[in-house]
């Protein structure tokens, strides 16, 4: 049963133009979700958070979106680099999952130069 | 500072084996985690630990894995009797003491397991 998923396995986008990757989750009591980053032979750092009180968070050239009602949230990177090539996963937890996160499949972003 | 330590980064294992995963948590770091990727899948919660206590280990394999966090030294994920398909990267991830929020978790490199 995977309670959140990231149904694009890749993603190539230009550089300088925008990476959108999406997540969307089934358990409508997760309140706070996480982007993690991961390069190869690496382990997954993170990005950003965003808390169910909030439908947008903005970081430098990272933003994520929010749409409880979907539940569905994206993580947009504007300007795209190169060096965002990378897998990213989407990570959610919420109430009585302690401090448990449930991950995504993960999405692979090639950003071309 | 250093971040979140695992040894080995590669562990080759022949079928029936055991095999033992380390985490050395961040500095202050109370709370850790394990995690194992498949090939092809994303990371998969296996078990949350504090210091000489298991929190949830809710998706731990219920037979030859086990895992322990003792007051000294690193965090041990322990596999019995390995079989091919126990290969994966596994991950170990820690935060600070609970506060009744969820904590950002840190990761180590991870270390990759191959059975043969």
């Known amino acids: 049963d995977q309670q959140v998923k990231q149904n694009s396995p890749s993603l190539s986008v230009q550089e300088g133009r925008i990476s959108i990757l999406n997540c969307d989750y089934t358990?409508?009591?997760?309140?706070?979700f996480l982007w993690y980053k991961k390069y190869p032979a690496e382990g997954p750092t993170f990005l950003i958070s965003?808390?169910?009180?909030?439908d947008k968070n903005e970081d430098g050239r990272f933003t994520v979106f929010l749409n409880k009602s979907a539940k569905h949230l994206s993580l947009h990177i504007v300007p795209s680099q190169p060096g965002d090539s990378a897998v990213y996963f989407c990570?959610?937890?919420?109430?009585?999952?302690?401090?448990?996160?449930?991950f995504g499949t993960g999405t692979s972003l090639t950003v071309i130069p | 500072n250093a971040g979140v330590m695992q040894n080995p980064r590669h562990l080759v294992r022949r079928r029936g084996q055991e095999a033992r995963l380390r985490c050395s948590p961040m500095k202050g770091h109370s709370h850790v985690y394990w995690y194992r990727q498949l090939p092809e899948e994303g990371l998969k919660f296996m078990v949350y630990?504090?210091?000489?206590?298991?929190?949830?280990e809710s998706g731990m394999p219920k037979e030859r894995f086990s895992a322990e966090f003792p007051k000294e030294g690193p965090s041990i994920l322990r596999i019995q009797q390995v079989v091919r398909g126990d290969s994966a990267a596994y991950f170990c991830?820690?935060?600070?003491?609970?506060?009744?929020?969820?904590?950002?978790?840190?990761f180590g490199p991870g270390t990759r397991l191959t059975v043969l």
């Open positions: 630990l504090q210091k000489e206590n298991i929190i949830d």
């Open positions: 991830a820690s935060s600070p003491r609970w506060q009744g929020a969820p904590n950002e978790q840190f």
């Open positions: 358990n409508s009591m997760f309140d706070y």
């Open positions: 965003i808390s169910s009180i909030k």
């Open positions: 990570a959610a937890s919420g109430p009585g999952t302690g401090n448990q996160f449930y």
